[in-house]
């Protein structure tokens, strides 16, 4: 069992897909239903490598209802391969049937990171259990591998997926490494990648335990990858979480047209270091700066323009009827929730109050 800070509290739910770990915090008002004179709660989705421990300090400070629900394979939840051929459903269909054995019939969804590809892919498949949603740091609709309009890059997807992975960052995911000892462990990874450069917190040590309950392997983190023509040598493979993320498999541009468009509020921090339009978590950036050689140049593997592919899309939503509101911290990297606490909690319960006022 993981850690619980005061006043959250835990809850397995078995449902027909999984048996899934669900936190819950009660907020200021009483059971976490979306039925008559009950608040539609606010549910959490978190992103890669992480879990929902990540959210339990917004959950303390939310005056209502909240819960956040791991991941398959992630987190306390059970541990099943990710079926990456359907990009992001695995997922997004266990969140469903969580709601669904919850009674939740509608909720304010937050989804970061990857948990931002999980609850758009959640409203093109079950919308009427969307309320409002709220992206933080999202993953790109057209996933990873792809042009600003979307289309891939190689037919294959080269330079995505699990063959991509930090061999010994996995490793270290593993064996469970709390240290700081080398640029590869999570925990500096964290430092590093999660949050903008010098910020520290108090529960950085519940940070790294959240990591760590990452499980790793062909079917979960970080994947398989298959060998390709085109450089660096490796595409996405059918298997696994970062596999699920390939534009080879991924693609959530059908929000542009869904029969249901709630209001979106994006939120991005401006020192972003695994989403950005030239990141180097993207491995074309990484042969532009020649951090990894032999690459064919700007033409054939242009670094990956995350954030305005974001905001194409959403621009597309936006004219053809719903609406957004981009939001950047100036000062946050991948987490404002965390390192902006206060502020984001204030936008997203406006964001919430003007969904429920609509």
């Known amino acids: 069992m993981t850690t619980l800070l005061d006043g959250i509290e835990h809850e397995s739910v078995q449902t027909d897909r999984l048996r899934a770990s669900v936190l819950r915090c009660a907020g200021a008002g009483a059971g976490a239903g979306a039925g008559a004179g009950v608040a539609a709660?606010?549910?959490l989705i978190?992103?890669?490598?992480?879990s929902?421990?990540?959210f339990q300090p917004l959950m303390l400070a939310l005056p209502r209802p909240s819960i956040?629900?791991?991941?398959r394979g992630f987190g306390d939840s059970e541990t099943l391969p990710v079926d990456a051929t359907r990009g992001l459903r695995d997922f997004s269909d266990d969140v469903a049937s969580v709601l669904?054995?919850?009674g939740i019939t509608a909720a304010h969804v937050v989804g970061w990171s990857m948990g931002g590809g999980v609850v758009l892919q959640l409203l093109l498949d079950r919308p009427e259990l969307v309320r409002s949603l709220t992206l933080q740091a999202p993953v790109p609709p057209q996933g990873f591998g792809t042009r600003l309009d979307g289309s891939l890059c190689t037919t294959d997807a080269a330079g995505t997926g699990g063959g991509g992975a930090n061999a010994d960052f996995v490793a270290r995911l593993a064996a469970g490494d709390t240290s700081a000892d080398e640029q590869s462990s999570p925990r500096s990874v964290y430092r590093s990648s999660y949050v903008a450069p010098g910020f520290?917190?108090?529960?950085e040590d519940l940070w790294v335990e959240s990591m760590l309950t990452t499980r790793t392997g062909v079917g979960n983190y970080p994947g398989d990858g298959v060998e390709s023509a085109s450089w660096p040598g490796f595409a996405a493979g059918d298997f696994g979480v970062l596999n699920a993320m390939s534009g080879k498999h991924l693609d959530l541009t059908g929000i542009v047209e869904a029969r249901v468009q709630p209001s979106i509020l994006w939120v991005r921090g401006a020192l972003d270091a695994i989403v950005g339009d030239e990141s180097f978590f993207?491995?074309?950036t990484l042969g532009k700066h020649g951090v990894v050689p032999g690459w064919p140049g700007e033409a054939i593997a242009p670094p990956q323009p995350m954030v305005a592919q974001t905001r194409a899309v959403l621009d597309a939503y936006a004219a053809n009827g719903g609406s957004y509101e981009e939001v950047v911290f100036e000062g946050a990297g991948h987490s404002p929730h965390l390192e902006e606490p206060e502020r984001f909690r204030e936008l997203l319960l406006q964001h919430v109050a003007a969904a429920e006022a609509a």
């Open 41 to 43: 709660p606010i549910v």
């Open 46 to 50: 978190h992103g890669n490598v992480s």
């Open 52 to 54: 929902s421990l990540f």
């Open 68 to 71: 956040a629900i791991d991941l």
């Open 100 to 102: 669904d054995a919850l």
């Open 200 to 203: 520290q917190d108090e529960h």
């Open 282 to 284: 993207d491995l074309h």
